[in-house]
């Protein structure tokens, strides 16, 4: 089975400051991890993924993930965060490629304040 | 812009009511999927569709019917429904593997769903 769980019900940052919103994530085998946002009212958007190399991927709306196998984390950044930046992220991993069976986190509420 | 369209945004209905939630993509993907979303929690996989086929029926309750006529439509048939079943409906595509699928979704805008 696998499952991702992102710790934090809520991040708040200052526009401008960096953000990150973490997520560890468990799965037998190698790891295909994705990120997804949610703004409101709205379907969810695919932000980027991780399935095999570079370690460091970078996404839309200038957003970057860092996958680190050894602390099983895929934690999502921006160097600036912008007021439009506050939504809903969802870290995702599916145990195979192509598998039709995600999981899901809990979700992050970001809240970028002006 | 969504390339994965849902219809209609909005639905309310009676329990006794019979209802259906359309779902449409031209990208060419053959995998479909229906998910169900509470407010502010992960979306929850209800069916999937692999090349007009059910594959994946994660114990829905039979008063949801789900149905794939083509390769680019993908229904949700609403009968009874119960007022917790009041929810965001999300579909969403996928290529196939066979096809270079990285295995990310698209998703439509989601289908909002109130029983009274």
């Known amino acids: 089975a696998q499952s991702v769980a992102q710790p934090e019900d809520q991040v708040n940052v200052a526009e401008g400051n960096p953000l990150t919103v973490k997520c560890t994530y468990s799965v037998s085998g190698n790891p295909y991890l994705f990120w997804y946002v949610q703004y409101p009212n709205r379907g969810l958007q695919f932000l980027l993924k991780?399935?095999?190399?570079?370690?460091l991927v970078k996404g839309s709306y200038g957003f970057e993930a860092e996958f680190n196998k050894s602390q099983t984390s895929f934690h999502l950044k921006k160097p600036s965060a912008l007021v439009s930046d506050s939504a809903l992220y969802f870290c995702?991993?599916?145990?195979?490629?192509?598998?039709?069976?995600?999981?899901f986190g809990k979700g992050n509420q970001v809240v970028v304040i002006p | 812009d969504t390339e994965v369209t849902q219809t209609p945004k909005h639905l309310v209905m009676g329990m006794t009511n019979k209802k259906s939630l359309k779902c449409e993509q031209h990208?060419?993907?053959?995998?479909m999927y229906w998910y169900k979303q509470k407010a502010k929690k992960p979306p929850e996989l209800m069916f999937v569709?692999?090349?007009?086929?059910?594959?994946i029926n994660e114990s829905v309750p039979s008063r949801f019917s789900p149905e794939c006529p083509n390769s680019s439509l993908l229904n949700l048939h609403l009968h009874a429904l119960q007022p917790e079943d009041s929810a965001l409906y999300l579909c969403?595509?996928?290529?196939?593997?066979?096809?270079?699928?990285?295995?990310?979704?698209?998703f439509g805008e989601g289908s909002r769903l109130t029983v009274l």
């Open positions: 990208m060419g993907h053959r995998a």
């Open positions: 969403a595509s996928s290529a196939s593997p066979q096809r270079g699928n990285t295995g990310e979704l698209f």
């Open positions: 991780y399935i095999t190399g570079d370690n």
């Open positions: 995702a991993v599916s145990r195979f490629y192509g598998n039709n069976r995600l999981a």
């Open positions: 569709y692999s090349y007009e086929k059910l594959s």
